[in-house]
C-alpha cells in the first residue's frame, strides 16, 4: 500500500494536518508487538472498537490487573527508598528518548522490538521476591526499633527514678496538681519521713509529651486529687510503634495508695498510649537493672545496625534499577489497555483495529511496520489500509518549542475545527504586540526580555529539572515572555519612555522661545518640524503632555482593534473557501465586511485623516470625532463641523448599507436553505423499511453465533450517528441565524469598545512608572553630600525591587490577561469554530515515578472517602 517515495511532511500550523482513518490487520501472535512499535512512533489515535463492553469483561484484563499489582508493589519499593533517603537513578537517555517519541522526531532504526514476556516474567517474579525480602527486613527492623524503644525508654526511667526517689529523701518533692484542701496524707508521709509507707505505691512509665497534660488532669479529676504526680521532659525524640516516627516523649511517676486506684491510674495510662514500667524504690536494684539494660541495648544495637545494613544494600540495588524496571512495566500496561481497544475476527486469530493517523506519516508507519515484521522473522503480514469514512477526524497541529507556547494559549479556549484556519499562527505576533501596546516602555520591556532570554538559554538544564507549578507556567511560556520583552521594547521606543523617562535620540520637532517669558509662566513651543519616529521627547513634562498622550493612544487603540478584527474577520472567508462554502461568504462574510467597514472601518479613516491634516494652517479647530459618530445615527447627513466635503453624503450611504447589511444576515443563510433542501414526506416508511432489514440481519447473526461482530458492528452504526453532522431544519437554521446577526452587531460596537483598554492600561502604566520614578529614587538627586550617596543606594534598591514587582510582574501580568481576553474574545470569536477534538495519539510516555506515587495515593484517599 506505501508508495515508493515518502510524501512530502505537511507543516500543518496554518491549519491542521490531513488525517485518514487507518484499519489495521494484524495477526493475533504479533498483537502486542505490533503495539509496543506504534507506541515508540506516537502516531495513532485508536478507536475504542469495545466501548460496549464493560472494563472487566474485556480480553486482557488478567494481564493489565498483574501489571497493576507489579505498579503496586514498585511503589513500595520507592516509598522505602524515600524512608531511608536513598536517592532514585533517573537515566537523562532513558527520559530524552521518550521526550523525542513526544516530538514525533524518531528514526525508524530507533524503534525497538518489544521485550520478550519472559522478561516481564521475570519482572512479576523479582517483584513479588523483593516484595516478600524487603516486607520481612521491614518487620524485623520495626521490631527492632521497637525493642530498642522500650528498652531506651527503660533506661530513661531507670535513670529518672533516681531523680524521683532522691528528691524524696530529700523531703522536697515538686507536687504537681495536688489537692491540700482535705490534709492529703501522702503528701505527709512522702514529706516527713523520705521512705514511702507500706500503704502508698507507685506508678512509672513514659506518655508522649502532647498527652502529659491530659493524663495529669485526668488522673488529678478522678483521684480528686489524692495523688503525688511529677513528670520529666526527654531531651531527644523516641521512635513510636505506632505512627512509625519518632516523637517526643516525658516520664513520669504517680503516686497513691490503694489497689483500686492504682488498678485505675494503669488503666487510664494505658487508655492514653503511655508505656508502664516497673522500677524499684531500691538505688541498688535499679543499678543493677540499669546494667542489664545497657548490655541488652548493646546487642541489640549491633543486630540492628546490621539489619538496617542489609536492608539499605538492597535498597540501594534496587534502587539503580527500579526506574527501568517501571518504565518497562508502565509500557506493557499501556500495550495492554490499547489491545483492549481491538477486535477480532470469528476465529480469534486476527487483531482488528481503527485510528486516526496523520496522511503523510502513512508511509512511515507502513515502514515501521514492516521492520517489525521483518525482525520478529514472521510470515504473517500487517494489513494496513485507508477507510473512508464521514467521521470527524481529530484536530493536529504540528509545534515546536517555540510555537508551543503560543498554541496553548489558543488551544485553552477550544480545539479548532479539523481544517480550520489555526488560530495559534497570527497570536505568535498580534499576542506579544496587544500586550506591548498595554506595557510600551524599554526599561520594563528590557527587564522582561532579560528573564525570557534566561529561560531560553538554559532550557536544556531547566528542562532535566523537577518544577514547580509556577516555574512550570513560566518556563512553558519562555519565548512568550521573550517575545513579549522584545516587543514592549519596540513600543517603548515608540512612546519614547525608559522607565518613565524620555530619550532625546533625535532632534525635537518643537521649539521653546528662548526670550520673552518670566518664570512660573506658561509658555507654547512652536512647531519647527516633524520628529522622525514616534513621540516627540520634548512632551514628557509639559503641562497638556497627558492630554495629548491620552488622546492619541485612545484614537490608536481604536486602530489597532479595528485592524486586528478586521485582520481575524479575513480567516473566515479563507475557512469557508476551504470547506467550499459558498452560501457563508455570500450570505455571512460580505454583509458583516460591509457592516463592520462602513462604521468602524470609515470611524478609523477619519482618525488617520484628522491626524494627517494640518489644521492650524487652515485656521479652524479640529471636529470631534465622537460627535460625528453619533450625529451619523441619530441625525444622518447633519454635520456640525466638516471633516472634509461632501462628508454627510458619505455618511448617509455608509448607513444606508450598514442597515442594509442587518437584513442580509438575517434571510439569504435561511432562504438558501429553504431553496435548495425538500422535505421528504416518506422518511417514516424508509426507517420502518430500514429497521426491518437491520432486525433480520441480526436475528440472521445471532442465529449464526455472531455475536462479538454484531456488536462490534452496532458500535460503529452507533459512532457514525454520534459524529455524524445532524440535519438542521428550516427553524432551528433561522433561530441560529438570529442569534447570529444580533451577536454579530453588538459585538462589533462592544467588541471595538473593549480595546480602549489598550489605551486605559498603557496610561495607567506611563503614569505609576512615573510616580514611582518622582517619590523613590528621583528624591535622592536633589540631596548633597554623603546622605545623598546613602539615600541614592537605599531608594534605588527600593525603586528597583518596587518596578520588579509592581511594574513588572504585576502589571505585565494584569496586560497579559487582558491581551488573552482580545484574541480569546474579540479576534476569535470572528472567525474561530472551536469544535474540534484533540489529536491525542497512542504514545509511551515517561512516567516520573514520585508523581505517579503521589496520584496513587490521592486516588485511594479518595476511593475510600466515597
Not at 502516531?43 to 488478567?62: A, G, M, Y
Not at 502532647?210 to 478522678?222: A, D, H, M, N, P
Not at 508551543?404 to 505576533?429: H, M, S, W
Not at 436475528?699 to 454484531?710: Q, S
Request: proline residues 3%; charged residues 20%; glycine residues 6%.
Amino acid at each position: 500500500m506505501a508508495s515508493a517515495v515518502a510524501p512530502p511532511k505537511d507543516e500543518a500550523i496554518f491549519r491542521s494536518a490531513e488525517m485518514s482513518l487507518i484499519e489495521f490487520y494484524i495477526s493475533q501472535e504479533i498483537g502486542r508487538d505490533a503495539v509496543y512499535t506504534l507506541g515508540q512512533l506516537g502516531l495513532v489515535q485508536f478507536r475504542d472498537l469495545n466501548s460496549k463492553i464493560r472494563p472487566f469483561q474485556r480480553t486482557f484484563v488478567k494481564e493489565i490487573r498483574n501489571l497493576d499489582n507489579v505498579e503496586r508493589q514498585y511503589r513500595y519499593f520507592f516509598k522505602l527508598l524515600l524512608k531511608h533517603d536513598i536517592q532514585l537513578y533517573e537515566d537523562e537517555t532513558l527520559i530524552e528518548s521518550f521526550k523525542l517519541t513526544q516530538k514525533k522526531d524518531f528514526n525508524i532504526e530507533s524503534i525497538q522490538v518489544s521485550p520478550n514476556n519472559s522478561i516481564i516474567g521475570d519482572h512479576m517474579t523479582n517483584a513479588t521476591y523483593l516484595e516478600t525480602r524487603l516486607l520481612e527486613m521491614e518487620e524485623a527492623v520495626d521490631s527492632l526499633e521497637t525493642q530498642k524503644a522500650d528498652l531506651e525508654q527503660y533506661r530513661i526511667v531507670l535513670q529518672s527514678g533516681d531523680q524521683f526517689f532522691e528528691s524524696i529523701e530529700q523531703g522536697n518533692p515538686e507536687l504537681l496538681n495536688l489537692s491540700s484542701s482535705n490534709g492529703n496524707d501522702i503528701e505527709t508521709n512522702v514529706l516527713s519521713g523520705g521512705v514511702l509507707p507500706s500503704s502508698v505505691n507507685y506508678v512509672t512509665g513514659v506518655i508522649a509529651r502532647e498527652k502529659i497534660g491530659v493524663l495529669e488532669q485526668i488522673l488529678w479529676r478522678v483521684l480528686r486529687g489524692n495523688l503525688f504526680f511529677k513528670y520529666l521532659e526527654i531531651e531527644e525524640p523516641i521512635y513510636d510503634s505506632q505512627s512509625k516516627t519518632k516523637i517526643y516523649k516525658n516520664v513520669f511517676i504517680v503516686f497513691s495508695h490503694g489497689d483500686m486506684i492504682m488498678k485505675r491510674i494503669r488503666k487510664i495510662s494505658e487508655s492514653l498510649d503511655a508505656k508502664l514500667y516497673d522500677v524499684s524504690e531500691n538505688e541498688q536494684e535499679r543499678g543493677a537493672k540499669l546494667n542489664k539494660v545497657n548490655q541488652s541495648l548493646t546487642d541489640l544495637y549491633t543486630v540492628l545496625q546490621t539489619t538496617l545494613t542489609t536492608l539499605q544494600s538492597e535498597l540501594y540495588a534496587i534502587a539503580k534499577e527500579l526506574n527501568f524496571w517501571f518504565q518497562d512495566i508502565a509500557r506493557e500496561k499501556s500495550v495492554y489497555e490499547t489491545l483492549n481497544k481491538f477486535s477480532s475476527d470469528s476465529n480469534r486469530k486476527i487483531l482488528i483495529a481503527e485510528g486516526w493517523v496523520p496522511k503523510d506519516q502513512i508511509y512511515i508507519l507502513q515502514q515501521c511496520m514492516d521492520q517489525m515484521i521483518a525482525r520478529l522473522g514472521i510470515d504473517s503480514p500487517s494489513i494496513i489500509q485507508i477507510v473512508e469514512t464521514n467521521k470527524t477526524p481529530p484536530t493536529y497541529h504540528r509545534t515546536n518549542k517555540f510555537t508551543e507556547g503560543f498554541q496553548n494559549i489558543c488551544d485553552c479556549y477550544g480545539i479548532a475545527k479539523y481544517r480550520e484556519v489555526n488560530a495559534g499562527l497570527p497570536t505568535i505576533v498580534t499576542f506579544p504586540f496587544m500586550f506591548a501596546i498595554m506595557f510600551g516602555d524599554m526599561g520594563h520591556g528590557f527587564l522582561m526580555f532579560l528573564c525570557g532570554l534566561c529561560l531560553v538559554l538554559n532550557e536544556s538544564k531547566i528542562d532535566k529539572m523537577k518544577r514547580g507549578e509556577i516555574f512550570d507556567m513560566a518556563y512553558s511560556g519562555r519565548y512568550i515572555v521573550l517575545m513579549m520583552g522584545l516587543f514592549s521594547m519596540y513600543t517603548g521606543f515608540l512612546y519614547n519612555d525608559i522607565f518613565s523617562l524620555s530619550m532625546t535620540f533625535f532632534k525635537s520637532g518643537w521649539e521653546w522661545p528662548k526670550e520673552g517669558w518670566k518664570e512660573g509662566q506658561s509658555i507654547e513651543a512652536t512647531a519647527t518640524g516633524v520628529y522622525p519616529i514616534g513621540l516627540d521627547w520634548i512632551w514628557h513634562g509639559t503641562e497638556n503632555a497627558l492630554l495629548f498622550s491620552n488622546s492619541y493612544k485612545m484614537k490608536l487603540s481604536i486602530i489597532m482593534g479595528f485592524i486586528h478584527m478586521s485582520y481575524s474577520y479575513m480567516f473566515s472567508l479563507v475557512n469557508a473557501i476551504n470547506f467550499q462554502s459558498m452560501i457563508d461568504i455570500v450570505g455571512n462574510f460580505i454583509p458583516g465586511l460591509i457592516f463592520m467597514q462602513s462604521i468602524f472601518g470609515y470611524l478609523s479613516l477619519t482618525i488617520v485623516y484628522k491626524w494627517s491634516k494640518d489644521w492650524i494652517k487652515d485656521g479652524k479647530p479640529a471636529p470631534g470625532l465622537l460627535n460625528m459618530l453619533i450625529n451619523m445615527f441619530l441625525a444622518p447627513g447633519v454635520i456640525d463641523d466638516e471633516l472634509y466635503r461632501h462628508q454627510g453624503k458619505v455618511q448617509v450611504v455608509l448607513l444606508f448599507l450598514a442597515l442594509i447589511c442587518i437584513p442580509w444576515l438575517l434571510i439569504v443563510k435561511p432562504l438558501h436553505y429553504k431553496l435548495t433542501h425538500k422535505e421528504k414526506s416518506i422518511e417514516s416508511s424508509d426507517d420502518h423499511e430500514t429497521q426491518h432489514l437491520l432486525q433480520s440481519t441480526n436475528n440472521n447473526r445471532e442465529e449464526d453465533g455472531d455475536e462479538h461482530l454484531l456488536e462490534i458492528e452496532e458500535h460503529d452504526q452507533d459512532a457514525d450517528e454520534d459524529e455524524a453532522a445532524h440535519g438542521e431544519g428550516f427553524s432551528d437554521l433561522m433561530i441560529h441565524q438570529v442569534i447570529y446577526t444580533i451577536e454579530f452587531c453588538l459585538n462589533c460596537v462592544s467588541h471595538t469598545a473593549s480595546y480602549l483598554r489598550l489605551w486605559a492600561l498603557s496610561l495607567a502604566h506611563a503614569q505609576l512608572s512615573s510616580v514611582l520614578w518622582t517619590m523613590t529614587i528621583k528624591i535622592a538627586f536633589g540631596v548633597p553630600g554623603l546622605l545623598g550617596v546613602l539615600m541614592t543606594v537605599f531608594l534605588f534598591g527600593m525603586w528597583f525591587v518596587l518596578t520588579c514587582t509592581v511594574l513588572v510582574v504585576m502589571e505585565g501580568t494584569s496586560a497579559m490577561l487582558h491581551s488573552l481576553r482580545l484574541h480569546w474574545v474579540e479576534s476569535m470569536s470572528k472567525f474561530f469554530v472551536g469544535d474540534g477534538v484533540y489529536y491525542t495519539p497512542f504514545a509511551f510516555q515517561y512516567i516520573d515515578l514520585e508523581d505517579f506515587t503521589a496520584a496513587a495515593k490521592v486516588n485511594t484517599a479518595a476511593a475510600g472517602d466515597e
